[in-house]
């Protein structure tokens, strides 16, 4: 079956502006989390949305960050003002429950912000 | 504060021969460790997992140790291929009855496995 998919693939923009980042999790996944992985560091763990709960944003770095999943299922993560420090690869990850240690990530959205 | 530790950036061995990934981790809520595996251009890919209940979990030619008093595993890959040449991640979830979603990842080791 599909996997985890993430659009787009690569993102140029001007420091200043506003991105969004799209995830389509996989069919039946209740559970979807972004990460972020900078230059040289570890997968940096942002937001986390399980079913219709409230999700745990205790990762977003700044109030810039904000993601919303409509409908149980596709994600949107959006930066506004963004800024140099924000350039890294943005990886989207869902499991099929709450519970599910196991992650499946898509191919992540390499964001570079001149 | 890196709470798991991956203190090999990279590291290469000869097609055939064992290859041998560490972690160290400094949070003892840790109670459950997983490999990740990640291709250039590809999220990463889930390869192996353990328990804290346990000391090694095998799969086929991948090994997890656990050694809980020294806060420490490894990941052995026996015999090593050159398709086993990726990043490896390893990450680190705590609290079975809580917030055991959250993954923390150490930064990465770079295997290549020469032919």
């Known amino acids: 079956g599909a996997g985890v998919s993430q659009s787009p693939s690569n993102k140029v923009t001007e420091k200043g502006k506003d991105v969004e980042l799209r995830c389509d999790p996989i069919s039946g996944h209740t559970a979807l989390y972004w990460y972020r992985q900078s230059l040289g560091q570890g997968l940096e763990f942002l937001i986390y949305f399980q079913g219709n709960s409230a999700p745990d944003k205790s990762g977003l770095p700044s109030d810039r960050f904000s993601a919303e999943r409509t409908g149980g299922s596709v994600s949107t993560l959006t930066i506004q003002r963004t800024q140099q420090e924000d350039s890294a690869v943005y990886l989207c990850a869902s499991s099929p429950g709450p519970r599910w240690n196991e992650q499946y990530f898509g191919p992540g959205t390499r964001l570079t912000v001149t | 504060d890196q709470q798991v530790k991956q203190n090999s950036p990279s590291l290469s061995v000869q097609e055939g021969r064992i290859s041998i990934l560490n972690c160290d981790y400094t949070?003892?809520?840790?109670?459950?460790f997983l490999w990740y595996k990640k291709y250039p251009a590809e999220g990463p890919t889930f390869l192996i997992s353990i328990s804290s209940i346990k000391d090694k979990n095998e799969d086929g030619r991948f090994t997890v140790f656990l050694n809980k008093s020294a806060k420490h595993l490894s990941l052995h890959i026996v015999p090593s291929q050159p398709g086993d040449s990726a990043v490896y991640f390893c990450a680190a979830s705590a609290g079975s009855g809580g917030s055991n979603y959250k993954l923390t990842f150490g930064k990465g080791t770079l295997l290549t496995v020469n032919p």
């Open positions: 949070n003892s809520m840790f109670d459950y």
